[in-house]
């Protein structure tokens, strides 16, 4: 069966950067795109964009261009995304998330807590 | 960006009731390739979200099919015809015809 695995807390201080893991097993991870989603404490969720692990090629939310950068490992079919300079803003549970064309919110990971704190 | 007005915000069922929830999107979420790209995922308490519906009505795998959707353009709508206990959380449409996919403030499904 599809698991997406994500890699566990992280408490970071406000100006740093934090990189979190998203292990795919059960399909072959260069067939589907893997998305990542951001679920603040109000519950909304935003997707910050998208990376297809055979081509690496990505597309962002214009909102998170700057913050987040999407990376893959194909040879431990893991993606990365990482996130850089922190606010408080950007405390939140970011999800990754993968499927096939046009069912791409199929599979999801349990999730990252990202707390910024000084 | 597309905006998904989920309504209502939050509805209380009790145990067997049908109840509906509409998502309605400020433009068409019909794509050029002639597929509409309107999911609805539930996430339950502590959860991650789950898909329950894609392309608009297509069920799930392993989705009870008390679980239904709808619709065109831009209004859409959630059916569960027969809530059962196991159904509460909060429910969400997601678009992914235009970037950036973008998703409904939620519903929350409450037992009466």
């Known amino acids: 069966q599809v698991q997406l695995q994500q890699s566990g807390a992280e408490l970071a201080k406000p100006g740093s950067s934090v990189k979190i893991s998203c292990k795919a097993s059960g399909y072959t991870f260069t067939s589907y795109a893997m998305h990542w989603i951001k679920q603040t404490t109000g519950q909304a969720l935003e997707w910050t964009g998208y990376i297809a692990p055979g081509s690496g090629g990505t597309k962002y939310n214009e909102k998170f261009k700057g913050k987040a950068t999407l990376t893959v490992d194909k040879s431990s079919s893991t993606a990365y995304m990482q996130l850089s300079s922190l606010t408080p803003v950007d405390t939140a549970v970011y999800y990754c998330?993968?499927?096939?064309?046009?069912?791409?919110?199929?599979?999801w990971g349990q999730g990252t807590l990202v707390t910024v704190s000084s | 960006d597309v905006v998904l007005t989920q309504t209502p915000p939050t509805l209380s069922a009790t145990i067997g009731q049908s109840v509906s929830i509409s998502c309605r999107s400020s433009?068409?979420?019909?794509?050029?390739?002639?597929?509409?790209?309107l999911h609805w995922l539930l996430q339950r308490p502590g959860q991650s979200p789950q898909l329950l519906i894609y392309?608009?009505?297509r069920l799930e795998s392993g989705v009870p099919n008390r679980f239904s959707g709808s619709g065109s353009g831009t209004d859409f709508t959630l059916k569960i015809s027969g809530v059962e206990a196991e159904d509460l959380g909060v429910y969400y449409c997601v678009q992914g015809t235009h970037a950036p996919y973008t998703f409904g403030a939620g519903t929350k499904l409450e037992l009466k």
């Open positions: 392309s608009v009505s």
């Open positions: 433009q068409s979420l019909l794509h050029s390739n002639g597929n509409t790209y």
């Open positions: 998330a993968s499927g096939a064309p046009g069912n791409w919110f199929a599979y």
